[in-house]
């Protein structure tokens, strides 16, 4: 199983829920923006400060833009918004079927429909809570 989780920027959300389900998991993990603006750069400071008083280490992570070859390369994709999900959506190339799912469906304990971006809210222990949940769910889900 392969899975790889989009947001805008890929330095705070989308590394971080790579980063936590990836202690979870033998599923190969992977994350990217829609936006390549942050491409090359770890993830966001602040939220790699919040993850490692977690007891998570997010400094290997590096940003990278979502391209339509991802559609082929991964088993399951997965956005934190609903702006995200469209964006992705874009790039679905003729005839692919890989599901593209929101990161908030598989929470089992909240019913937030989206993953706020801490870039903006700059509630990073909150996007941690949510993003724990979700991949707890998740893991339930695929293993
Ligand atoms: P992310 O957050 O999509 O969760 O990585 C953002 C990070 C940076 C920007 C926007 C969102 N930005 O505009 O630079």
Redesign the pocket.
């Known amino acids: 199983m392969k899975v790889l989780f989009v947001?805008?920027?890929?330095?705070?959300?989308?590394?971080?829920a790579e980063g936590v389900f990836r202690e979870m998991t033998s599923a190969t993990t992977d994350s990217a923006?829609?936006?390549g603006?942050?491409v090359g750069k770890p993830?966001?400071g602040p939220?790699q400060e919040a993850a490692q008083r977690r007891g998570y280490d997010f400094s290997d992570l590096r940003?990278r833009q979502f391209s339509t070859q991802d559609f082929d390369r991964f088993d399951l994709i997965i956005g934190?918004d609903a702006s995200?999900l469209d964006d992705i959506e874009a790039l679905r190339p003729a005839g692919n079927e890989t599901p593209v799912k929101c990161f908030t469906d598989y929470a089992p304990n909240s019913d937030m429909s989206e993953?706020p971006?801490?870039?903006?809210t700059r509630d990073f222990d909150g996007?941690l809570d949510l993003i724990e949940d979700c991949a707890r769910g998740l893991k339930s889900e695929i293993g």
């Open positions: 947001c805008l920027g890929n330095i705070c959300r989308s590394p971080s923006g829609t936006a603006w942050h993830p966001y939220m940003a934190m995200n993953v971006d801490p870039y903006y996007a």
